[in-house]
């Protein structure tokens, strides 16, 4: 799926089943929320901790998707087109970075 139609598609779903957005701050207070979420099962799966009894570890992509979706929440209601912001992104760190990482002993 492209992004754009992600933005579409999570639009869509707000106006038929959300209702209606919530504010951008609740949004923003979710989005912190959902990646605690995913924190904790990276910390137990790839970390020191290890999880509890009856905790499910296969939940990583779904945590994943519940970031993403709040995210493209917040860029929808700031309208903000995350292709556009992407490829600008992308073009930034590349110039920055175009000899930053191939150049740190750390990654070699």
Not at 22 to 37: Q, R, S
Request: with cysteine; aromatic share 6%; hydrophobic share 40%.
């Amino acid at each position: 799926m492209e992004i754009s139609a992600l933005q579409q598609e999570v639009d869509r779903w707000i106006k038929e089943v959300g209702v209606r957005y919530f504010n951008e701050l609740t949004n923003t207070a979710v989005l912190m929320e959902e990646v605690g979420e995913l924190a904790r099962i990276m910390a137990r799966k790839y970390g020191e901790q290890s999880f509890k009894a009856g905790e499910d570890e296969s939940k990583l992509a779904d945590e994943m998707a519940d970031v993403l979706f709040v995210l493209v929440c917040l860029a929808n209601q700031t309208g903000v087109d995350l292709t556009d912001a992407m490829e600008k992104n992308m073009e930034k760190k590349t110039k920055r970075d175009a000899d930053r990482h191939k150049n740190n002993p750390r990654l070699q």
